[in-house]
């Protein structure tokens, strides 16, 4: 009991020194626990952008390639799907919904999606949500369109606004549907998923935009307006890809395979949990970079407590000598050290923990603002406490190296007081 | 009567020596009396205060501290004995910087239990030593850095005297006092320590303050037994 006294009494005394230690301990453990903090996050965000969903199906490629194209909204299909086949596999009847899927143009940089009601009806995310509108409703007439919250917010639409498709993804498309606008009718709540980034129109509308082009190039000399287009057959022959929600999850598999081996179209279904999982194990790898540079960081931190304890080491010789003139045992003086170790990482647990919390705090509206992401409130779980009891371990590890100098020094030294 | 030191035969060598630092054939201390030991620096002073406090054991020989063998003792035994009987007062930086003025005082007790049962009510036996050592008050709630050395000093014997401890280890604990005040706080130290019955042991080089003490010993005449009749001194610094 003394000895923690002394130690804190100690440590109150040479404060001023000790606070950027104190400080630098407190940073790296921010850092540790910030970036566990939002691999957790990221993780559960990328897990919550499809929920439901039993199957993904496109056009035969990689699983990791049509989860990118078709919930992600990153890279292009292979191919296609044809209607007929489409329709063909949904009415298996253990298909409970599906949701067709086309992609290929974009507006500004944000992709288009073509698809139909059911979308709205279906589609989940999250923990099984449902879209939800912050403004307006589904599309109705082939020009309407649903924006994605980040999509409106970036650019700054309302209910009503005109914008213009442009064909293909990038952001620089110099061929666009500028004959046919679009009006804005329904925009989405933020979801945190790159539905966010999305514009939604009808197959329809995909079809009514293409009618006058071929292999992604208008046609010289023949030109349909929106009018004219609206009354041609604006039934969808093609799609990119389609989700398919089972009555039994149990069918899954059984359903996949049935898909794979569809004769006519060479297909793909995947389960999105486990195309999910592929992808993250892809991309995963830089969570382990960023963990392994956060440790190097409380490393650094505690080397810089360990230098400050060693330096202390000689200009408290005369504070060992008294201590061993009343009575302490050379162990009680190395346990000074270790409980000074302790304390340093103690508090700068705390410090961390505090600075954390209040740097999320902070974010917070500034990140829902920007991304459309809400930042959930830090509680620390077993993992982070596990994580810090390291920190404290190490900490103690490194404590022991002038605990040992200061346990030799005063057996050496005795009632001696050397300065 | 009960010998507070007794030293037969003492033989000490710094490990790594070919000779002896400290031989001595005899030296008896008994309780109530006082003890000088002359030494200049190197004379083999600081390694018979450490013999003395149990820091060191001795090669060879006999040394009993209060009827009790300190050879036959663990090092934590012979820790708690030193904390149990000895009060310590140094040169000078006697004091903890970061503790108040009664906190220093009453550092033993946290080691001691004995002496912490003998202190009694801790706040007031402190209060009585420091008011017997002239340390009024307004002293007390100042930080030790901000007292002169002679008013650190009677701090440092408040804390050597606090639960009454049998032997008092004074290691020129005057050197760094003028004449005045080294004076009055000799008297002081005598004085509180024959009013516990506490026996002095006082290391100094200086002769004058001989005079005070009845029993006085010099190190270089009872240092120097066969077969090292006149050992090299050991120690850092100069030489006397």
Known sequence: MILLKLTLRSLWNRRTSLLLTLLSISISIMLLLGVDYIRKEAKSSFFSTISGTDLVVGARSGPVQLLLYSVFRIGDATNNISWQSYQDIISNPLVAWSIPLSLGDSHKGYRVLGTNQDYFRYYRYGDKQLLAFAEGKPFEGVFDAVLGSEVARKLGYKLGDNIILAHGTGSA?????????FHVVGILKPTGTPIDRTVHVSLEAIEAIHIDWVNGAPIPGYHINADDALRKDLHPKLITAFLVGLKTRA??????????????????????????????????????????????????GLLG??????????????EMAILRAVGAHPRQIF???????????????????????TALFSARPWVVAEYGFYLHTWIPDASNLLLLAVVAGLALLFSLIPGAIAYRRSLQD???VRV | MMDVIRLQELHYRWPGQTR??????????????????????????????????????????????????????????????????????????NLLPYLSVQENVQLPCHFSALRKQRAGDMQASTGRLLDHLGLDAGLRSRPVTELSVGQQQRVAVARALIGNPELIIADEPTSALDSDTRDGFLDLLFQEAEAQGSTIVFVSHDPHIASHFP??????????????????????????
């Open chain 1, 335 to 357: 346990l000074l050290f270790v409980l000074e170790a302790l304390v340093l990482v103690v508090f700068g647990c705390l410090l961390g923990m505090g600075l954390l919390y």
């Open chain 2, 215 to 240: 029993q006085t010993v010099d190190l270089r005449e009872v240092n120097g037994l066969p077969p090292h009749p006149s050992p090299t001194p050991r120690g850092r610094g100069n030489t006397p």
């Open chain 1, 305 to 318: 407590m360990l230098t400050v304890l060693l330096s202390t080491l000689n200009e408290r010789r005369r």
């Open chain 1, 414 to 416: 005795g009632l001696t």
């Open chain 1, 251 to 300: 069918a899954a598999f059984r359903v996949q395979r049935t898909i794979n081996e569809y004769p006519r179209e060479p297909l793909l279904a995947t389960l999105p949990g486990i195309a999910l999982a592929n992808l993250w194990q892809a991309i995963g790898m830089f969570e382990t970079v960023l963990r392994i540079i956060t440790g190097f960081v409380v490393v650094a």
């Open chain 2, 20 to 93: 002896d630092t400290l031989a001595i054939r005899e030296l008896q201390v008994r309780q109530g009396e006082h003890l000088f030991i002359r030494g200049a620096s190197g004379s083999g002073k600081t390694t018979l205060l450490n013999l003395l406090a149990g820091i060191l054991v001795p090669a060879s020989g006999k040394l009993t501290l209060l009827g009790k063998d300190l050879h036959g003792m663990g090092s934590s035994v012979r820790d708690r004995f030193r904390a149990d009987h000895m009060g310590v007062i140094f040169q000078q930086f």
């Open chain 1, 173 to 181: 498309s110099f061929a666009e549907h500028a004959d046919k606008p």
